[in-house]
């Protein structure tokens, strides 16, 4: 079992940065593949970015490339999201997600654990 709790969501203006944190405890942290993902009002659920265990190999949705950056510290068991020149189209609830495959995905159904998520607010 992994517990995961994300941090650092909060109301920013237009072009502003945040960034996210996701703490996990329990299982051994570096086997898991982690990954972020986000969800607005009234749509489904979206893929951001992973990264994964072995070599830190990222894996980003087109919509964020460029301007977020996921990270993780396997000492801290944390994995992070750096973003930066923030859109009103990113406002959502983001979600960190653990997968035990290790390998970095999009795919959902491979992440076996999930944080509560973190709002983000992004104002025009």
């Known amino acids: 079992q992994v517990q995961l709790v994300e941090s650092g969501g909060g109301l920013v203006q237009a072009g502003g940065s945040l960034r996210l944190s996701c703490a996990a405890s329990?299982?051994?942290?570096?086997?898991?593949?982690m990954g972020w993902f986000r969800q607005a009002p009234g749509k489904e659920r979206e893929f951001v970015a992973a990264?994964?265990?072995?070599?830190?190999?990222?894996y980003y949705a087109d919509s964020v490339k460029g301007r977020f950056t996921i990270s993780r510290d396997n000492a801290k068991n944390t994995v992070y999201l750096q973003m930066n020149n923030l859109k009103p189209e990113d406002t959502a609830v983001y979600y960190c997600?653990?997968?035990?495959?290790?390998?970095?995905?999009?795919?959902?159904?491979?992440?076996?654990?999930w944080g509560q998520g973190a709002q983000v607010t992004v104002s025009s």
């Open positions: 329990g299982r051994t942290f570096s086997n898991y593949a």
């Open positions: 990264i994964s265990w072995s070599d830190g190999s990222t």
């Open positions: 997600a653990a997968d035990p495959t290790g390998w970095a995905t999009s795919l959902e159904s491979t992440y076996h654990y």
